[in-house]
């Protein structure tokens, strides 16, 4: 059964752009146990949505995660996992946290409720929602 996440990711340090350039990436440097810990449930075909934090504050694309988890190379100590995860496509318009606050379907969202966790999951109905606004 797919399962449907989020991710969040500072566009300064490494944008939607910059990961469709690459055509795939390591999503490594995950240092909250709470998001290890949702990394390390994303199995391979498993949708993400790609949200950029910080001022821009928006889903902006739709990934996939093509290798479930495995012991993160960045990590110098500790039990960190990574997954391996590539571009599908970019929302056309993108979704901004204010828009996902408004929409009646997404007031449970975890992207609302624990806004600083980097990796969460979603459910089909959220991620359909999202990918729908985005249009």
Do not use: C
Not at 107 to 124: A, C, E, H, N, Y
């Amino acid at each position: 059964m797919k399962n449907f996440w989020l991710v969040k990711q500072e566009p300064s340090s490494y944008s939607w752009s910059d990961f469709t350039t690459e055509g795939k990436t390591n999503w490594t440097g995950v240092r909250n146990y709470t998001a290890r810990n949702n990394l390390r449930r994303m199995r391979r075909g498993d949708e993400v949505l790609f949200y950029h934090s910080g001022i821009e504050k928006a889903v902006v694309g739709i990934a996939k995660v093509t290798r479930g988890a495995y012991p993160d190379p960045t990590a110098s100590e500790g039990d960190w996992s990574a997954v391996d995860l590539v571009p599908i496509k970019a929302l056309r318009r993108p979704v901004t946290l204010h828009q996902i606050k408004e929409a009646p379907r997404l007031k449970k969202i975890q992207l609302v409720r624990q806004s600083r966790l980097s990796v969460m999951p979603v459910t089909g109905g959220e991620f359909r929602a999202i990918v729908l606004m985005g249009g």
